[in-house]
């Protein structure tokens, strides 16, 4: 299995709920990030946070890191059609060489 | 301006060609990544480079060839292109490598062999 993997791998919401994804992952890390994709678009970064950090916020997302379990969330609040994408969860070391290892996404779908 | 970015956005060609792909990133950025998508969506690393050195080589065939001329471009070289080759590649950069830092995705090309 994949180091980070999200859950669930599909999400369908309506307009004004919040959205919770969950990434899981195996082995020490340095830092988790959470990446969104459009359809057919690039990842685009939304947030990091640091193996020393429990939570953190951006806007309408809230991210929460429990080392313990090697595990985060990524909270949407009031969303949105345009939130509409994939989400990614990718963990960070510094011994793994200079890479992002990415979950396999969750499909997230606002429905009007 | 665009801060990565990659091109062609999408390529179809047959089996057995050759072809290239082409990234730059003007973020002044150390570190630049290939990384492949599956259809599943599923990423995975192909290569990094820092500085023009190559830190991550994946174990990918050896008819992938990166190039880095200059620390702001890495092209991705395909040799004798197989159906299983396609898939969607992303060119990505970081400020610093070792997944400490954000990194900043191109767009993708969406390479389709036929």
């Known amino acids: 299995s994949q180091q980070g993997e999200e859950d669930p791998q599909a999400l369908s919401i309506q307009e004004g709920e919040n959205a919770t994804m969950n990434c899981s992952y195996k082995?020490?890390?340095?830092?988790l990030q959470w990446y969104r994709q459009n359809s057919g678009r690039g990842l685009v970064h939304l947030i990091l946070?640091?193996?020393?950090?429990r939570e953190k916020h951006s806007g309408r997302l809230r991210v929460t890191l429990d080392t313990s379990k090697k595990s985060s969330s990524l909270l949407i609040t009031a969303s949105r059609a345009a939130d509409t994408a994939s989400y990614f969860c990718?963990?960070?070391?510094?011994?793994?060489?200079?890479?992002?290892?990415f979950g396999e996404g969750t499909q997230l779908t606002v429905n009007p | 301006d665009t801060a990565v970015s990659q091109t062609p956005k999408y390529l179809v060609t047959q089996m057995g060609n050759d072809k290239s792909i082409k990234c730059e990133q003007n973020?002044?950025?150390?570190?630049m990544y290939w990384y492949k998508q599956d259809s599943k969506k599923f990423l995975k690393i192909m290569f990094s480079?820092?500085?023009?050195?190559?830190?991550i080589n994946e174990t990918v065939p050896n008819r992938f060839s990166p190039k880095s001329p200059d620390k702001a471009h890495l092209n991705l070289h395909i040799n004798s292109l197989e159906l299983g080759d396609s898939a969607v590649y992303f060119c990505?950069?970081?400020?610093?490598?070792?997944?400490?830092?954000?990194?900043?995705f191109g767009q993708g090309t969406r390479l389709t062999v036929v």
């Open positions: 990718a963990t960070g070391k510094e011994t793994s060489g200079s890479r992002l290892t």
């Open positions: 990505a950069s970081s400020r610093i490598g070792g997944g400490t830092t954000e990194a900043f």
């Open positions: 973020l002044g950025h150390d570190t």
């Open positions: 480079y820092n500085n023009k050195e190559l830190i």
């Open positions: 946070i640091r193996s020393n950090e």
């Open positions: 082995t020490s890390i340095n830092n």
